[in-house]
């Protein structure tokens, strides 16, 4: 891939929680590497996805839902996800065409007018709305912000998705090949395994766990006799209430979240996998700075 007109960028995904910048990302690389869930804030860091085709290499940076913080953790999601506006290319921001304009895309749109970076509005879940729908949304936002695109799409489905995809690359400028064609992420297997275990916990616990929850892996061990990978993990939780929960009724719950994990590894890591977890109680993590640099929250790499 030598070719002059090569064209190579970063791209910003960013949105209220709950948008569906995650499954868009999916969809786009063709691969799980950013957790899903009907919680609000389930990305919690930046993940990179990388699309590359013959002529093109997009790095897409899926950033936490922006929002209103109320703790440390918060305010840290918070930073990541705007502090990627000054460093990329093309910034997209995603919303929810079945919701509507809220105080929430306000905020957002506040934040960008501060930036030179191109910003495209991507009005996502247009499978949910009726087609006549989509002007007025079009209309709403086009009055609070230039925009340089406005494009609808369904990320579920993959609607329209392929125009996104060739309006950005026309976006990027002439550069390098930044990752080899078939890396689709620039996060280590150990992030990835804690993200997809940390989505089953989301997926099956009640409201009062999600947000209080952090995955760490202990050990990743591959042993050549049976050729499977061992993994070790421990679920941190911050009360002892929630550790009753996601262990469950004689330990049914924690049981199922291992099972539905291990089929998850297993298609990413392309083998068998054992996986061990354990719950651990934490108090008050998500305020405590040292425990957010324990869990991978470092504040001064933004």
Known sequence: ??????????????????????????????????????????????IQGVYTTSDSQIVFIDTPGIHKPKHKLGDFMIKVAQNTFKEVDLILFMVNGQEGLGRGDQFIIESLKNVKTPVFLVINKIDRIHPEEILSIIDQYNKLFPFKEIIPISALQGNNVETLLSQIEGYMPEGPQYYPEDQVTDHPERFIISELIREKVLQLTREEVPHSIAVMIDSIEKRNENKAVYVQATIVVERESQKGIVIGKQGKLLKSIGQKSRLDIENLLGSKVFLELWVKVQKDWRNKAKQLREFGFREDEY
Do not use: C, E, W, Y
């Open 1 to 46: 891939m030598t070719n002059s007109q090569f064209r190579s960028g970063f791209v910003s995904i960013v949105g209220r929680p709950n948008v569906g910048k995650s499954t868009f990302l999916n969809h786009v690389i063709g691969q799980k590497i950013a957790i899903m869930s009907d919680k609000p804030q389930t990305t919690r860091n930046t």
